[in-house]
């Protein structure tokens, strides 16, 4: 089947440094990608969403990138905090309707003081 | 409002015990869904409803069962435990588009002995 994965399973980054979480998607059908946070005992936590008529969207401290043309997915976060330590998973809205999300299998990122 | 609500926290059973997984949301929201989570694996949907009196399977559905008889709750009943659903579960709810965010509650974590 079509997977979303991520290049970087672990990601370690120094307080105030920018962060980038990679994600690669196969199904060209997806229209409507979503990252979420997940901290140790918690569910995962909506961050932002983009669809696919957009290439860029901005958040509060992060933007999500889109390339369609490679199927590639990426969140920045900027100044990272230790509070943004935590598992990064990206999804898309695939499975043949709108409402199955494909998860990928998650990256860790560390962020030191 | 309490968002999504998932009870309980945590579980063990022996193999062959069944048991319901019961979660609740108060925003409305006309789609639930839930997924199981194990190591390595991200998120796998388990089943889904797009409303009140509507279900269907999503990727990993055997061995479960759910129903939707109110907007409000979404449960799921594991039929004949087997340490094979050992794992932890989410539910998660969403507005009745589907390119909205899903919203997660805290998870079940299930120990099947």
């Known amino acids: 089947g079509e997977n979303v994965g991520l290049h970087l399973p672990t990601l370690s980054v120094q307080e105030g440094d920018n962060s980038i979480i990679n994600c690669a998607y196969s199904?060209?059908?997806?229209?409507?990608f979503i990252w979420y946070k997940q901290e140790s005992g918690k569910g995962p936590q909506f961050i932002i969403d983009i669809r696919s008529n957009m290439d860029k969207r901005q958040g509060q401290r992060v933007t999500v990138l889109l390339n369609k043309t490679v199927k590639h997915l990426s969140l920045q976060i900027a100044a990272t905090q230790p509070g943004d330590s935590a598992v990064y998973f990206c999804a898309e809205n695939s499975g043949g309707s709108n409402y199955k999300l494909t998860f990928g299998k998650g990256t860790l990122l560390t962020v030191n003081p | 409002n309490a968002g999504v609500t998932q009870t309980p926290k945590f579980q063990v059973l022996k193999t062959g015990q069944s048991m319901t997984l019961q979660c609740a949301q108060d925003m409305n929201h006309e789609y639930m869904s839930w997924y199981r989570q194990d190591p390595g694996m991200g998120l796998r949907l388990i089943h889904y409803?797009?409303?009140?009196?509507?279900?269907d399977q999503g990727e990993v559905p055997n061995g479960y069962n759910v129903s939707r008889s109110t907007t409000e709750d979404f449960p799921l009943r594991l039929l004949s435990a087997a340490p094979s659903q050992t794992s932890v579960y989410f539910c998660?709810?969403?507005?009745?588009?589907?390119?909205?965010?899903?919203?997660f509650g805290d998870g079940t974590r299930l120990s099947i002995l």
């Open positions: 199904n060209s059908a997806s229209d409507y």
């Open positions: 409803s797009v409303g009140a009196g509507i279900t």
């Open positions: 998660a709810s969403s507005k009745d588009r589907g390119d909205q965010p899903q919203h």
